[in-house]
Nanobody
Framework: QVQLVESGGGLVQPGGSLRLSCAASRISFSIAAMRWYRQAPGKQRELVAGITMGGTTNYADSVKGRFTISRDNAKNTVDLQMNSLKSEDTANYYC?????????WGQGTQVTVSS
C-alpha cells in the first residue's frame, strides 16, 4: 500500500532551522499534490504548505517567508525547510498526498521549538 514516511523532526531552539522530509512509495508521485500539515496539542490540524504536481506552492500566512516546500519527483520526496522557528511552530507535522480523489497521510514527525 501507499507509504508516506516523514523524517527530520526534533528539538530546536527558537530562531533555529529544521528540514523535514517525506519519502513516498507505491504512489504516482509525479502527479500527486503534496502538502505538509501540523497539529499542536489541543488544536485542529492545519495546512502548513502545499506544492502541486507542476511545482506551484502555497503557504499558511503564519509561515510565509520562513518555510519553503520543495519536491523531487526523481526521488519521490517532498521536503519542508523551516527557518526562524518559533515556539508556536511546535507541533506534530504530517505529510499528505492527494492523487485524484485519493488522500494519503504519513504518521507524523514531532517538531519542538524550545529553549
Amino acid at each position: 500500500q501507499v507509504q508516506l514516511v516523514e523524517s527530520g523532526g526534533g528539538l530546536v531552539q527558537p530562531g533555529g532551522s529544521l528540514r523535514l522530509s517525506c519519502a513516498a512509495s507505491r504512489i504516482s508521485f509525479s502527479i500527486a499534490a503534496m502538502r505538509w500539515y501540523r497539529q499542536a496539542p489541543g488544536k485542529q490540524r492545519e495546512l502548513v504548505a502545499g506544492i502541486t504536481m507542476g511545482g506551484t506552492t502555497n503557504y499558511a500566512d503564519s509561515v510565509k517567508g520562513r518555510f519553503t516546500i520543495s519536491r523531487d519527483n526523481a526521488k519521490n520526496t517532498v521536503d519542508l525547510q523551516m527557518n526562524s522557528l518559533k515556539s508556536e511552530d511546535t507541533a506534530n507535522y504530517y505529510c499528505f498526498a492527494k492523487v485524484f480523489s485519493n488522500d494519503y497521510w504519513g504518521q507524523g514527525t514531532q517538531v519542538t521549538v524550545s529553549s
